[in-house]
Nanobody, 116 residues
């Protein structure tokens, strides 16, 4: 099964920053993005980036999170600043068919814990 490879995450205090990365196989050339799933909640799509570098953000992260794409490495990054306890979740990168909420490919997930 094809899997995207994530790195980053961990524990941070409120107000701090964390950066995640996600590398896809070179033959995956569609849009990529990040979902997250907080305890007791459904998985939600929080940000996407197209191959033309067009980005979208969910309201709760806009202005604090930045998604970027390195096409040469086929890697996306998620820079998360001004973290809040509500950002505590497992973060999953994904590729292709993101808007259907059933992407074609997933990362393994990485935990981000924000303590107040």
């Amino acid at each position: 099964q094809v899997q995207l490879v994530e790195s980053g995450g961990g524990s941070v205090q409120a107000g701090g920053s964390v950066k995640l990365s996600c590398t896809a196989p070179r033959w995956i050339r569609c849009g990529m993005g990040w979902f997250r799933q907080a305890p007791g909640k459904e998985r939600e799509l929080i940000t996407t980036i197209s191959r033309e570098n067009i980005t979208t953000y969910e309201d709760s992260v806009r202005g604090r999170f930045t998604i970027s794409l390195d096409n040469a490495k086929n890697t996306i990054y998620l820079q998360m600043n001004s973290l809040k306890s509500d950002d505590t979740a497992i973060y999953y990168c994904a590729a292709c068919r993101l808007q259907t909420l059933q992407p074609g490919y997933w990362g393994q997930g990485t935990q981000v814990t924000v303590s107040s």
